[in-house]
T-cell receptor, first 115, second 113 residues
Framework: DAEITQSPRHKITETGRQVTLACHQT?????MFWYRQDLGHGLRLIHY???????NKGEVSDGYSVSRSNTEDLPLTLESAASSQTSVYFC??????????????FGPGTRLTVL | AQSVTQLDSQVPVFEEAPVELRCNYS??????LFWYVQYPNQGLQLLLK??????LVKGINGFEAEFNKSQTSFHLRKPSVHISDTAEYFC???????????FGSGTRLSIRP
């Protein structure tokens, strides 16, 4: 069965360190997204990609970067981790920008703690 | 500004009672609407969606939602809830003029036996 996985599931790091969260999907979807989930804010979009070599900033992109070198993976990098980036991070994918492709499939999440 | 509002952050309800979770979006000519559910320690999964056609949409696990254009609402309902429905529910909207989906802040549904 197709799926979307994230690793690690839990990560504790220190302020100032670079951290990379992995996201891998086997749906063969063109679109991939990174969200962070914080209490009272729901899900906020960090970065997204509509295909290989395409990346775009979301509403809370400062301090984060992504790269898309293949269809399956969209790693999220925190350049210099800050305590404000302590959160649960979700990766998602969808098939296309058309009407039928609007359903997003989510990974299980990565809980990141920055000390 | 394009937005979606879930007025209730928490909704407690007794088992087998009906429930309604409210969702409103800012006015637009054309929207696509979604409800996602997040069970504890899991990612989100699609419950139902409205793209066009009938305004009453049926989803998984006995949930349904009604698109009301005049009230810009898309409330989620279930006639009889079970303990297993305990989860957080997110309303989401994609405006036809935009490419991204906007999520609401979520409603935590807690079921009392």
């Amino acid at each position: 069965d197709a799926e979307i996985t994230q690793s690690p599931r839990h990560k504790i790091t220190e302020t100032g360190r670079q951290v990379t969260l992995a996201c891998h999907q086997t749906w063969n979807h063109n679109n991939m997204f990174w969200y962070r989930q914080d209490l009272g804010h729901g899900l906020r979009l960090i970065h997204y990609s509509y295909g290989v070599q395409d990346t775009n900033k979301g509403e809370v992109s400062d301090g984060y970067s992504v790269s898309r070198s293949n269809t399956e993976d969209l790693p999220l990098t925190l350049e210099s981790a800050a305590s404000s980036q302590t959160s649960v991070y979700f990766c998602a994918s969808s098939e296309s920008m058309g009407i039928g492709g609007d359903t997003q499939y989510f990974g299980p999440g990565t809980r990141l703690t920055v000390l | 500004a394009q937005s979606v509002t879930q007025l209730d952050s928490q909704v407690p309800v007794f088992e087998e009672a009906p429930v309604e979770l409210r969702c409103n979006y800012s006015s637009s000519v054309s929207v696509y609407l979604f409800w996602y559910v997040q069970y504890p320690n899991q990612g989100l999964q699609l419950l139902l969606k409205y793209l066009s056609g009938s305004t009453l949409v049926k989803g998984i696990n006995g949930f349904e939602a009604e698109f009301n254009k005049s009230q810009t609402s898309f409330h989620l309902r279930k006639p009889s809830v079970h303990i297993s429905d305990t989860a957080e529910y997110f309303c989401a909207v994609r405006y036809s003029s935009a490419s991204k989906i906007i999520f609401g802040s979520g409603t935590r549904l807690s079921i009392r036996p």
